[in-house]
């Protein structure tokens, strides 16, 4: 197998904070990398790290079997791209700039009207864990396109594939952050009331990690009971009990000088659900109030 096989040249265009980890990654699994950014001394880090500095935009394009755009949003991609179509044809597109899934069927439909094999990415990690193994890459698209690049974007971070629904990828990317910041909403509501308690943030960290990391075990079985939509099934903690609890944290956190603004509206539909008859059953029955779809 020939070294340009084992390691395709790809080029990266966006060396932001994110642009530049994928780089420096794909130079260190032994991909020829070229780089460009608007900002040109941005590249200089990565450029001094091996890899080849573009004068522009098109010259980058030109030096990629696959070409790698890590921008702002989608707007950004357009005004990189647009002027490049003629180049781009006939190569691999992997655009893992956060864009709406929407956008993202946007850039494959574009892509394809100019020959231009895309894949979207949706990357779940924060740049210091590309390149290791808590970093993980959702994409969606081509097939043919994934199969291409897969080698380098296995430099990146574990490659999972969606299918080849372009606005996949960007879909369920979208719900881990919905996700995350929830928790996270929640994490900074925590600190803020054991504060009020004397207890500093480095002090309850370990505890909370460890609470967190036993809850993010609701995940499977809450699945089972939207899927199977019983929310009454093998029920540990039901919601007339759930939703007591939860006024307590609220007038706790008020007693204590914590605006509980981050928890308020959860206990506002765990108390309608106790209203409307489901005090019996678990709390994964809110998720009706939040959509209007069931599949
Ligand atoms: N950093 C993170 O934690 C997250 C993790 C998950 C994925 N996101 C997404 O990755 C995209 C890039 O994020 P970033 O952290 O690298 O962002 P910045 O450091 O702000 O770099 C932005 C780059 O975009 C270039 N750029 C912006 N607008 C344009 C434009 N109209 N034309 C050309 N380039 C543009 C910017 O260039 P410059 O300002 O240096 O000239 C940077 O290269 C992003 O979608 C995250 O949501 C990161």
Same mark, same amino acid.
């Given at each position: 197998?020939s070294?340009q096989?084992?390691? @395709?040249?790809?080029?990266?265009?966006?060396l932001?904070?994110?642009? &530049?980890?994928?780089?420096?990654?794909?130079?260190?699994?032994?991909h020829?990398?070229?780089?460009? *950014?608007?900002?040109?001394?941005?590249?200089?880090?990565v450029?001094?790290?091996?890899?080849?500095?573009?004068?522009?935009?098109?010259?980058a394009?030109?030096a990629g079997?696959?070409?790698?755009t890590?921008?702002?949003?989608?707007?950004?991609?357009?005004?990189?791209?647009? +002027?490049h179509?003629g180049?781009?044809?006939?190569?691999?597109l992997? *655009?893992?700039? *956060?864009?709406?899934?929407?956008?993202s069927?946007?850039?494959?439909?574009?892509?394809a009207?100019?020959?231009?094999?895309?894949?979207d990415?949706?990357?779940m990690?924060?740049p @210091?864990?590309?390149? &290791? !193994?808590?970093?993980?890459?959702?994409?969606?698209?081509s097939?043919r396109a994934?199969?291409?690049?897969?080698?380098?974007?296995?430099?990146l971070?574990d490659?999972?594939?969606?299918?080849?629904d @372009?606005?996949?990828? +960007?879909?369920?990317?979208?719900?881990l952050l919905?996700?995350?910041?929830?928790?996270?909403?929640?994490?900074?509501h925590a600190?803020?009331l054991?504060?009020?308690?004397?207890?500093?943030?480095?002090?309850?960290?370990?505890?909370?990690?460890?609470?967190?990391?036993?809850?993010?075990?609701? +995940?499977? @079985?809450?699945?089972?009971?939207?899927?199977d939509?019983?929310?009454?099934?093998?029920?540990?903690? *039901?919601? &007339?009990?759930?939703?007591?609890?939860?006024?307590?944290?609220?007038?706790?956190?008020?007693?204590?000088?914590?605006?509980?603004?981050?928890l308020?509206p959860?206990?506002?539909l765990?108390?309608r659900?106790?209203?409307?008859? !489901?005090?019996?059953?678990?709390?994964?029955?809110?998720i009706?109030?939040?959509t209007?779809? &069931?599949?």
């Amino acid at each position: 197998m020939s070294e340009q096989h084992l390691h @395709p040249p790809v080029s990266v265009l966006g060396l932001g904070t994110m642009g &530049t980890a994928l780089a420096t990654a794909l130079l260190g699994a032994g991909h020829p990398v070229t780089v460009w *950014n608007r900002t040109q001394t941005k590249a200089d880090p990565v450029v001094a790290g091996g890899a080849a500095r573009a004068a522009d935009a098109a010259e980058a394009v030109r030096a990629g079997e696959i070409v790698l755009t890590c921008l702002l949003d989608h707007t950004s991609v357009h005004d990189v791209l647009d +002027a490049h179509t003629g180049a781009l044809a006939g190569r691999v597109l992997v *655009n893992v700039t *956060n864009t709406m899934p929407e956008e993202s069927a946007e850039l494959a439909a574009w892509a394809a009207g100019h020959g231009i094999d895309f894949l979207d990415g949706g990357i779940m990690a924060v740049p @210091p864990q590309i390149g &290791t !193994h808590e970093a993980f890459v959702l994409y969606s698209g081509s097939r043919r396109a994934l199969d291409t690049a897969r080698t380098a974007l296995a430099a990146l971070g574990d490659v999972r594939y969606l299918g080849t629904d @372009p606005g996949m990828a +960007a879909l369920q990317d979208m719900a881990l952050l919905s996700a995350m910041y929830g928790m996270y909403g929640g994490i900074l509501h925590a600190f803020a009331l054991v504060r009020t308690g004397g207890v500093s943030a480095r002090e309850f960290a370990p505890v909370l990690a460890r609470w967190l990391g036993g809850a993010s075990g609701l +995940a499977v @079985p809450t699945a089972e009971q939207i899927d199977d939509a019983d929310y009454a099934r093998d029920v540990t903690s *039901n919601v &007339t009990m759930q939703a007591a609890a939860y006024d307590g944290l609220c007038d706790l956190a008020r007693a204590r000088g914590v605006d509980p603004l981050l928890l308020e509206p959860f206990g506002g539909l765990l108390r309608r659900r106790v209203t409307e008859g !489901h005090g019996h059953e678990d709390a994964t029955g809110v998720i009706d109030y939040l959509t209007t779809t &069931t599949s």
